[in-house]
């Protein structure tokens, strides 16, 4: 059963830190690419960063130097460290394979986890 659980979001002022992650069951993590996306109200959802398996990461230009993704993969978990945090940053943060995982021919996603930024 596949399964993608994030956490660490929260309510935090601008200027500030959060590290979210991303704990994956049901796929085979190692050579996936892992991909944080994020929604925020009555917008699309956008890719935030991505990490190959060999630890090759790409950023949104809205987001590069703030944020940091990582992996690992003994813990099938995948990271995103975020600093210096702006209103802008406030939305539901996801992760994902790239290409999304599909499940009876539709992307599956996990709950997310709500990120809040206050100016």
């Known amino acids: 059963q596949v399964q993608l659980v994030e956490s660490g979001g929260g309510l935090v002022q601008a200027g500030g830190s959060l590290r979210l992650s991303c704990a994956a069951s049901?796929?085979?993590?190692?050579?996936?690419?892992m991909v944080w996306y994020r929604q925020a109200p009555g917008k699309q959802r956008e890719l935030v960063a991505r990490?190959?398996?060999?630890?090759?990461?790409d950023y949104a230009v809205s987001v590069k130097d703030r944020f940091t993704i990582s992996r690992d993969n003994a813990k099938n978990t995948v990271y995103l460290q975020m600093n210096s945090l702006k209103s802008e940053d406030t939305a539901v943060y996801y992760c994902?394979?790239?290409?999304?995982?599909?499940?009876?021919?539709?992307?599956?996603w996990g709950q997310g986890t709500q990120v809040t930024v206050s100016s």
């Open positions: 994902n394979e790239d290409p999304p995982v599909r499940l009876r021919g539709y992307d599956y």
């Open positions: 990490i190959t398996s060999g630890g090759r990461t």
């Open positions: 049901g796929i085979i993590f190692s050579p996936s690419v």
